[in-house]
């Protein structure tokens, strides 16, 4: 299996190398491109997902659709769409950037740093998920009122990222 690369930033957002994803996250992570996902189906729900328990990162957490890494010199909705369908089994389509300024570092409870510049998208699901169970462990379709109203009720049940997302109102308009 190829090393999967991610791409890392300097403060000012710009790419000054990449590295192995499996050796990036850790107690000291450098600033990274992610990206962030939020997929909505037909009817304009938003889908929200569990963590695997395998997960590096926030296992067992609820988050947004999926989250992923660029790699070296892919585009980030060449990115999305890739790690949609890896995560999800699902194509995408209208793939939008609702924030391109988000950045977030959080610890969880093993320690586990994620430090990212991390745009954030939003997409529409054309095909019938088929979720991998090394990603996602359980998925719900809600409605928008419903997720924030959730994360706001009890963060500690959302990935940091996603609470932080929502807090944006841009992002919290577009779902």
Same mark, same amino acid.
């Given at each position: ?13 710009? *790419?000054?190398?990449?590295? $192995?994803? #499996? ?17 909505? $189906? ?15 990162? /926030? !296992?067992?957490?609820?988050s947004n659709a999926f989250?992923?890494? *660029?790699? *070296? ?35 969880? $409870? ?5 430090n990212e510049y991390c *745009?954030?998208? @939003?997409? &529409? ?14 998925? =719900? ?13 009890? !963060?500690?049940?959302?990935? !940091? /990222?996603?609470? #932080? =997302?929502?807090? &944006?109102?841009?992002? @919290? =308009? #577009?779902?």
């Amino acid at each position: 299996m190829p090393v999967e690369e991610v791409v890392l930033l300097d403060e000012a957002h710009r *790419p000054i190398g990449s590295r $192995d994803k #499996a050796l990036v996250h850790d107690a000291d992570t450098p600033l990274h491109l992610g990206f962030s996902c939020y997929l909505l $189906d037909a009817e304009g729900r938003v889908l929200i997902t569990r963590r695997a328990l395998t997960k590096r990162a /926030w !296992p067992g957490v609820w988050s947004n659709a999926f989250c992923g890494h *660029p790699l *070296p010199g892919e585009a980030l909705e060449a990115a999305v769409a890739r790690r949609g369908h890896f995560e999800l089994g699902v194509t995408l389509t209208e793939i939008v950037l609702l924030d391109s300024e988000f950045r977030y570092r959080a610890c969880d $409870d093993s320690g586990v740093v994620e430090n990212e510049y991390c *745009p954030v998208f @939003r997409a &529409r699901a054309s095909s019938p998920l088929a979720p991998n169970p090394d990603e996602v462990m359980a998925w =719900q379709w809600v409605s928008a009122e419903d997720l924030i109203a959730a994360q706001a009720a009890t !963060p500690c049940v959302f990935s !940091p /990222w996603m609470v #932080a =997302q929502l807090g &944006r109102p841009g992002i @919290r =308009q #577009a779902l």
